[in-house]
């Protein structure tokens, strides 16, 4: 009897037909490409500037930059708190391993940042919790990198990649013996 409904039913040719793509696509939302909705005044004015929070932003995650941990200044990532693993954060990345950074409300002050560690901060220092707070964190937590603003439409298009203060961050200041620069073809 229940096999007679199913095969009279005309979708269930299409739902077997669509079925081993599951795998597929849960495959690549996990891997590949999300989208999440930004909520809170951290990273204002990049993502949410209407204060009221009325409107939150929804943006394009790219998961595929974890695989390789490249990643550079200045450039919006989603990560796990490193003081509340239950909680997805957004900040920008200041500084890359081996640099140094003078962090904000702390005069006089220079941390390196570590080998496997990245400094991330919030846009807007004044409301967020970010590296100031707990420090460098590992690049392991980093779930993923924000590509597009995809709403609302008046926004839409890619995340700015925001220049680093030159003031606050020393770039590669204690890897002794690495070179760094592009070596030339001759």
């Known amino acids: 009897m229940v096999f007679s409904r199913l095969r009279a039913n005309p979708y269930t040719a299409s739902i077997l037909r669509a079925l081993p793509w599951v795998p597929v696509a849960i495959f690549f939302v996990d891997h590949?490409?999300?989208?999440?909705?930004?909520?809170?005044?951290s990273m204002q004015p990049t993502f949410n500037p209407d204060s009221n929070m009325l409107k939150k932003d929804i943006v394009l995650l790219d998961k595929w930059t974890k695989t390789d941990n490249h990643f550079e200044r200045g450039e919006v990532v989603t990560l796990k708190s490193p003081?509340?693993?239950?909680?997805?954060?957004?900040?920008?990345?200041?500084?890359?391993p081996g640099d140094k950074i003078h962090p904000l409300r702390k005069n006089n002050e220079t941390v390196p940042v570590p080998e496997g560690h990245v400094w991330v901060e919030g846009d807007e220092a004044f409301h967020s919790r970010d590296s100031n707070s707990f420090g460098p964190v590992p690049i392991a937590l980093?779930?993923?990198k924000v590509t597009f603003i995809l709403w609302p439409p008046s926004r839409f298009g890619p995340v700015e990649k925001k220049p680093v203060n030159k003031d606050r961050v020393q770039t590669n200041a204690f890897r002794a013996g690495v070179n760094l620069e592009p070596q030339r073809q001759t």
């Open 32 to 41: 590949g490409y999300s989208y999440a909705v930004i909520s809170g005044r």
């Open 83 to 96: 003081v509340n693993p239950k909680c997805t954060i957004t900040k920008r990345i200041i500084a890359l």
């Open 142 to 144: 980093i779930n993923a």
